[in-house]
Nanobody
Framework: QVQLVESGGGLVQPGGSLRLSCAAS????????VGWFRQAPGKEREFVAG???????VFVDSVKGRFTISRDNAKNTVYLQMISLKPEDTAVYYC????????????????WGQGTQVTVSS
């Protein structure tokens, strides 16, 4: 059974940090690219960052310099480290997996997690 399980979300003050985790099971994780997406109320799901099977990364401009993405294939886990968080980063964050290349369109991802809420507020 394929599963992606996100964790690490929560409430943080502006300027704070969080690390999200995405734990995968049920498929050949090391062969898949993983993307992080986010969706705020009333907005479309947005690509945030992605990492391919060999560690190449892509970021949306709004998070460059603040977010990093990494993977530990031995643990079947991808991490999204977020620093200098802003209120506009508030959203439900989802991880998703697809074979081969990183894509920024959510409909190109096969497997999805259930999401974790990130709230940036004072």
């Amino acid at each position: 059974q394929v599963q992606l399980v996100e964790s690490g979300g929560g409430l943080v003050q502006p300027g704070g940090s969080l690390r999200l985790s995405c734990a995968a099971s049920g498929f050949t994780f090391g062969s898949y690219a993983v993307g992080w997406f986010r969706q705020a109320p009333g907005k479309e799901r947005e690509f945030v960052a992605g990492i391919n099977r060999i560690g190449g990364t892509v970021f949306v401009d709004s998070v460059k310099g603040r977010f990093t993405i990494s993977r530990d294939n031995a643990k079947n886990t991808v991490y999204l480290q977020m620093i200098s968080l802003k209120p506009e980063d508030t959203a439900v964050y989802y991880c998703a997996a697809r074979a081969d290349l990183i894509k920024s369109n959510y409909y190109e991802y096969l497997y999805w997690g259930q999401g974790t809420q990130v709230t940036v507020s004072s």
